[in-house]
């Protein structure tokens, strides 16, 4: 039930793009998107609830593709700032708040 | 706005010893989460709270675990006895409840070893 984030491990220039993909084995409710540095908490990015409806932040674009119960995080013209461990949560059912997580892709943003 | 409060912030103990931490929510976040990080994996859940009644614990491991949240603010997070694998950095994270978009907010989290 867990869902299956790809790829593991990401090496980008500044100013070149990512996308990051989260897939589910069952029909998802929503996706949550957090990005974490290293020794720090999860800080939310995206939510993208099922029906087309999201809430993030400006500079980041997700995708949610119910059919085929995936997500993508969009990274443009990355920053050093953009580097850390990207995590997709995600909710089956309903509004329940209860999320299972991946297992994380880790990105990292080289001058 | 104050973010998560949780503490302590470290805490290294001997296997088969007990050890608390605690969580302050945001303000008005009547949910609130625990959930367990072992180092390289994405948060697990252990149980989810609204207001000082139980949501969800069916991950939370019940012979050496326990949670509350007497009065619907602060919860408390207990393991006694602890075991080796219980290393990790365990995160309190609170989100408004009913809410469209329930987005979680996390805590600094607590970084415990056990020995």
């Known amino acids: 039930q867990q869902p299956v984030q790809s790829p593991q491990a990401v090496i980008l220039r500044e100013g070149e793009d990512a996308v990051i993909n989260c897939s589910s084995s069952k029909a998802l409710y929503s996706v949550h998107w957090y990005r974490q540095k290293h020794g720090e908490a999860p800080v939310f990015l995206m939510i993208?609830?099922?029906?087309?409806e999201q809430k993030g932040h400006e500079k980041i674009s997700a995708s949610f593709n119910e059919k085929k119960q995936q997500s993508s995080l969009y990274l443009t013209a990355s920053q050093l700032s953009y580097s850390g461990t990207y995590f997709c949560g995600t909710e089956y059912g309903g509004n329940t708040g209860k999320l299972i997580f991946g297992q994380g892709t880790t990105l990292q943003v080289k001058p | 706005e104050a973010g998560v409060a949780q503490s302590p912030r470290y805490k290294i103990i001997e296997k088969r010893q007990s050890v608390a931490f605690w969580c302050n929510p945001i303000?008005?976040?009547?949910?609130l989460y625990w959930y367990q990080q072992i180092l390289g994996q994405g948060p697990k859940l252990l149980i989810q709270?609204?207001?000082?009644?139980?949501?969800?614990d069916s991950q939370l491991p019940k012979d050496r675990f326990s949670a509350e949240r007497l009065k619907g603010v602060d919860s408390t997070l207990k393991i006694q006895p602890a075991k080796l694998e219980d290393s990790a950095v365990y995160l309190c994270?609170?989100?408004?409840?009913?809410?469209?978009?329930?987005?979680?907010?996390f805590g600094p989290g607590t970084r415990l070893t056990v020995l």
């Open positions: 709270f609204q207001n000082n009644g139980v949501v969800d």
């Open positions: 993208l609830l099922k029906g087309g």
């Open positions: 303000s008005g976040h009547a949910t």
């Open positions: 994270a609170s989100s408004l409840t009913g809410a469209v978009y329930n987005e979680q907010f």
